[in-house]
Nanobody
Framework: QVQLVESGGGVVQSGGSLTLSCEAS????????LNWYRQSPGKEREEREL???????????RYHASVKGRFTISRDNAKQTVNLQMNNLQPEDTAKYYC????????????WGQGTQVTVSS
């Protein structure tokens, strides 16, 4: 079955950097776009925001406006991993970050990892 396993979260000071990784299995990795979402403290699951998106062949990449120029999404189809390099982290980036893959059945059937916590102290 589809599995997404995130790692790389932690606690950093404002201005610091972290790299998140998502290891995927159970599907043809290169055939699917992948996303990083985040859920900020106090927000509900339905309020998760899309941070970055990358197509299967890496030709289409999009970012939330708040992270443009600071975050970089990339993928390695041979290793079945997708990474999120986060630079110049700010306290407002504090959130649980989730790897996500859409389902062809519909949004309600999308696949999520368990999440990795990122905490940025001022």
């Amino acid at each position: 079955q589809v599995q997404l396993v995130e790692s790389g979260g932690g606690v950093v000071q404002s201005g610091g950097s972290l790299t998140l990784s998502c290891e995927a299995s159970g599907f043809v990795f290169s055939a699917y776009a992948l996303n990083w979402y985040r859920q900020s403290p106090g927000k509900e699951r339905e309020e998760r925001e899309l941070v970055a998106h990358i197509s299967g062949d890496s030709t289409v990449i999009r970012y939330h406006a708040s992270v443009k120029g600071r975050f970089t999404i990339s993928r390695d189809n041979a290793k079945q991993t997708v990474n999120l390099q986060m630079n110049n982290l700010q306290p407002e980036d504090t959130a649980k970050y989730y790897c996500h893959r859409a389902s062809r059945v519909g949004p309600a059937n999308a696949y999520w990892g368990q999440g990795t916590q990122v905490t940025v102290s001022s």
